[in-house]
């Protein structure tokens, strides 16, 4: 039973930080690929970023801000997001799949597990 829980979302201002949480388990996170994906209202679900045995993977509009990364001893999946955008509010997601390695384009039919989301909203 994998269960994917995030947190960490909130309101921002243009500029700033957040730094986003996905309690896993069920699942070992690092030992999959863990992924980052949000929606805003009106549009399609989009991949920000992912982690696996090839390393890291990010969509070019939140690259050089936003950092993923995995904590393996508490079994999380981390993302932090600095200066952030207006653009960048939405519902943020955490997925995993049962695979060592990501693809390289970050699509979510590619992942099975999915959580309940967290909003981040920067105005």
């Known amino acids: 039973h994998v269960q994917l829980v995030e947190s960490g979302g909130g309101l921002v201002q243009p500029g700033g930080s957040l730094r986003l949480s996905c309690a896993s388990s069920?699942?070992?996170?690092?030992?999959?690929?863990m992924a980052w994906f949000r929606q805003a209202p009106g549009k399609g679900r989009e991949g920000v970023a992912s982690?696996?045995?090839?390393?890291?993977r990010y969509d070019y509009s939140v690259e050089g801000r936003f950092t993923v990364s995995r904590d393996n001893d508490k079994n999380t999946l981390a993302l932090q997001m600095n200066s952030l955008k207006p653009e960048d509010t939405a519902m943020y997601y955490c997925?995993?799949?049962?695979?060592?390695?990501?693809?390289?384009?970050?699509?979510?039919?590619?992942?099975?597990?999915w959580g309940q989301g967290t909003q981040v909203t920067v105005s």
């Open positions: 069920g699942i070992t996170v690092g030992l999959n690929c």
């Open positions: 982690i696996g045995r090839g390393g890291t």
């Open positions: 997925a995993a799949d049962r695979r060592a390695f990501c693809y390289k384009y970050i699509r979510s039919t590619d992942l099975n597990y």
